[in-house]
């Protein structure tokens, strides 16, 4: 099973940046598509971003044209770059992978971005 490690959140202003990153250990990550998910208070979490093995990309409409999704598999790891940031993208972001041959799924432990007004 992949161990996933996430970094990089933080507060930052409306209209800022962060960079989230997840590294990955304890499988060959090129096998898994990976994903980004967030949970604000009081709501179900919920997909933010994910990418496959081959690089094709998805995204939530309320983030589409601000976030990116990036995977570097030499590195084991996956980045969320998020731009323009709102105070409604305030949530814990977790990692996500899941493998393509045995369809398990890892979660890291999550980190938290507040966006502030």
């Known amino acids: 099973q992949v161990q996933l490690v996430e970094s990089g959140g933080g507060l930052v202003q409306a209209g800022g940046a962060l960079r989230l990153l997840c590294s990955a250990s304890g499988s060959i990550f090129s096998l898994h598509v990976a994903g980004w998910y967030r949970q604000a208070p009081g709501k179900q979490r919920e997909v933010v971003a994910t990418?496959?093995?081959?690089?094709?990309?998805t995204y939530a409409d309320s983030v589409s044209g601000r976030f990116n999704i990036s995977r570097d598999n030499a590195k084991n790891t996956v980045y969320l770059q998020m731009n323009s940031l709102k105070p409604e993208d305030t949530a814990v972001y977790y990692c996500?992978?899941?493998?393509?041959?045995?369809?398990?799924?890892?979660w890291g432990q999550g980190t938290q971005v507040t966006v502030s007004s």
């Open positions: 996500n992978t899941q493998e393509i041959f045995t369809d398990r799924v890892s």
């Open positions: 990418i496959t093995t081959s690089g094709t990309t």
